[in-house]
Each structure stands twice: as C-alpha cells, then as structure tokens.
C-alpha cells in the first residue's frame, strides 16, 4: 500500500474524530475536560464493543493518536489483562498497557509546573 493512502487514511479518521470534538465544543456547553474524558471513555466502550479495532486497523495513526486511542489503548490492556491474569487483570492490564502515555503525561505537567506560575482566571 502507498504511503500517501496510508497518510490520507490516517488524516481523514484523525480529522474527523478533531471535527466531531470541534463540533462539541461548538454546539455544546460541555467544558473541554469534559470532552476529553467522552473521547476517552467512547474510546473504551467502542473498543468493548468491538467497534473501534476495524478502525484502528483502518487508520492506524488516525485512530490511535487522539483521546479515543487512549481509551482503546486502556480497554485492549484490560481485556488482554483479564485474559492472562484473570478478573484482577482488568485492573492492572490498563495501566500498564498505557504507563508510557500516563507517565509522559505526569511529566510534563510536572515540568510545566515548575517553569510556569499559575494565574487563577478572574
């Protein structure tokens, strides 16, 4: 397969799921925290369903990089986790499905806070 379609493909499923939080964002009063996590858990609950993974096989990157691939990523560690481990797998097979994301994240928020001062919004 070209790498061009490989990049469209990515684009276009990535896109969309950009435009749907656009859209949210516009026609809601939904704070985009509370988006962040509808991303996450809808990502989660797709890939229970068995939903999101044809997807993620379509557009690879376009489906794995946004918020929805995060929850993809917690919901495939899970089931993976209760596959191995048995029912305590579906705690500990998320976490560590996704610990590089999850420790980036604490990282770089430490980071922030530590060169920038937080202002409180009047």
């Not at 061009?4 to 939904?30: D, E, H, P, R, S």
């Not at 691939?69 to 705690?91: T, W």
């Not at 097979?93 to 409180?120: C, Y």
Request: charged share 10%; net charge positive.
């Amino acid at each position: 397969m070209s790498e061009l379609l490989i990049y469209g493909k990515a684009f276009l499923v990535g896109g969309l799921i950009c435009v749907i939080g656009q859209i949210l964002m516009q026609t809601t009063k939904l704070t985009s925290a509370r988006i962040l996590v509808l991303f996450v858990v809808s990502g989660a609950i797709l890939t229970g369903l068995g939903i999101y993974k044809p997807l993620v096989d379509f557009a690879g990157a376009g489906a794995t990089v946004p918020l929805t691939g995060f929850g993809y990523s917690l919901a495939m560690g899970a089931i993976e986790g209760v596959n191995k481990y048995g029912l305590i797998g579906a705690l500990c097979g998320g976490v560590t499905k996704t610990a590089a994301g999850i420790s980036a994240a604490v990282l770089f928020g430490l980071l922030n806070a530590l060169i920038f001062k937080p202002h409180a919004k009047p």
